[in-house]
C-alpha cells in the first residue's frame, strides 16, 4: 500500500519567506509527527497529532512555526520569515495507535529546506 | 520528560565481527524503545521495538537489542556485520503516559571489508 509522503522534496527559499510543507500520512493512522534532522542534530521532534486531542507542540523551536491538521489526515508545517539556520530536512512519520502498546512510526522520504 | 543518549557518533567494526551500537534513555515509568535505520538516500525504516516481556529483541536483518532496565539501556547488536549494515542508526523512546517519541542523535555505523 502507500507510504507517507511529503512534498515538496526540495524547497529553495529565501530568507524571510514563507514555506508551507506537507505530509500525507498512511491511510487509517490516527498519529502524525513532525521531525527536523540537521547535520549533526540528529532526528529532532517538533509537534505531533494524535487523533482529536491538542497537538503536542512542545518542540516547535519558535513561533515562526506552526503545523495543523485537517480532517485527522494531511498536515501542513508551515515555517513563516524563514531564517538560515530552518535549512534541514524535514521529516513526516505517522503511526496507528494502539491501547497498552506502542506501534512503529512510518516515516516519509522527507523534504529538503534550503534558505539562502 | 524523556531523552535518549547515543554516547557514540560513530561505530567501525570489521566485517564478520559482532557489532553493538549503544543507547541510553530516561522516562518515567516503563519506556518504549525503538531502533531505526537510515541508509544513504533512503528513509528512515523501522528494525525492531521493545514494549514489554522478554528483554531480548530480535528485529529485522539478524538485529536484535536487549533491554536492561538496571542500566536504562537498551543496545542494538548483531552476532556478524555485513558491509551492507553501513548506515546511520537511531535510537527511540517514548513514555507511558503519551504518544511523543524522542529520537537520539544517530550513531553512524562503518563496516569495514
Known amino acids: 500500500g502507500a507510504g507517507v509522503s511529503q512534498s515538496p522534496s526540495n524547497k529553495v527559499t529565501e530568507k524571510g519567506k514563507d514555506v508551507e510543507l506537507r505530509c500525507d500520512p498512511i491511510?487509517?493512522?490516527?498519529?502524525l509527527y513532525w521531525y527536523r534532522q540537521s547535520l549533526g542534530q540528529g532526528l529532532e521532534f517538533l509537534i505531533y497529532?494524535?487523533?482529536?486531542?491538542?497537538?503536542?507542540k512542545s518542540g516547535l523551536p519558535s513561533d515562526r512555526f506552526s503545523a495543523e491538521r485537517t480532517g485527522g489526515s494531511v498536515s501542513t508545517l508551515t515555517i513563516q520569515r524563514t531564517q538560515q539556520e530552518d535549512s534541514a530536512v524535514y521529516l513526516c512519520?505517522?503511526?496507528?495507535?494502539?491501547?497498552?502498546?506502542?506501534?512503529?512510526?512510518?516515516f516519509g522520504p522527507g523534504t529538503r529546506l534550503t534558505v539562502t | 520528560a524523556q531523552s535518549v543518549a547515543q554516547p557514540e557518533d560513530q561505530v567501525n567494526v570489521a566485517e564478520g565481527n559482532p557489532l553493538t551500537v549503544k543507547c541510553t534513555y530516561s522516562?518515567?515509568?516503563?519506556?518504549?524503545l525503538f531502533w531505526y535505520v537510515q541508509y544513504p538516500n533512503r528513509g528512515l525504516q523501522f528494525l525492531l521495538k521493545?514494549?514489554?516481556?522478554?528483554?531480548l529483541v530480535k528485529g529485522s536483518y539478524g538485529f536484535e537489542a536487549e533491554f536492561n532496565k538496571s542500566q536504562t539501556s537498551f543496545h542494538l547488536k548483531k552476532p556478524s556485520a555485513l558491509v551492507s549494515d553501513s548506515a546511520l542508526y537511531f535510537c527511540?523512546?517514548?513514555?507511558?503516559?503519551?504518544?511523543?517519541?524522542?529520537f537520539g542523535k544517530g550513531t553512524r555505523l562503518h563496516i569495514l571489508p
Open positions: 497529532f494524535q487523533g482529536n486531542s491538542a497537538p503536542d
Open positions: 527511540a523512546v517514548r513514555d507511558m503516559w503519551n504518544d511523543k517519541i524522542i
Open positions: 522516562v518515567s515509568g516503563n519506556p518504549y
Open positions: 512519520a505517522s503511526s496507528l495507535r494502539t491501547s497498552g502498546g506502542a506501534t512503529e512510526q512510518y
Open positions: 491511510s487509517g493512522h490516527t498519529a
Open positions: 521493545y514494549i514489554t516481556g522478554d528483554n
